[in-house]
Nanobody
């Protein structure tokens, strides 16, 4: 059974940090790109970042560049999203997802599997 389980969300003040984790199981981790997405109330889901074990390129949405860092631990089948200098506009449910293939993409239909999401709330 394929599973993606996010953790690490919570409530933090503006300027603070959180590290999200995405633990994957049930598929060959290195054969998939793993992406982080977020969805704020009343807004569409958007791509935040992506990483692939076999493709050195990573993707960051413009508003998080320089603040968020994605990393991967293949031994643990886990992808992390370190979020620093958080802003109230980062408040959203954050999802991780897996896309078959090696190329990172922010295109939601490319993703085959999704986690249940973790809430991130940044207070001003």
């Amino acid at each position: 059974e394929v599973q993606l389980v996010e953790s690490g969300g919570g409530l933090v003040q503006a300027g603070g940090s959180l590290r999200l984790s995405c633990a994957a199981s049930g598929f060959t981790f290195d054969d998939y790109a793993i992406g982080w997405f977020r969805q704020a109330p009343g807004k569409e889901r958007e791509g935040v970042s992506c990483i692939s074990s076999r493709d050195p390129s990573t993707y960051y949405e413009d508003s998080v560049k320089g603040r968020f860092t994605i990393s991967s631990d293949s031994a643990k089948n886990t992808v992390y999203l370190q979020m620093n200098s958080l802003k109230p506009e980062d408040t959203a449910v954050y999802y991780c997802a897996a896309a078959a293939g090696w190329e990172c993409t922010a295109h939601i239909p490319d993703y085959d599997y999704w986690g249940q999401g973790t809430q991130v709330t940044v207070s001003s």
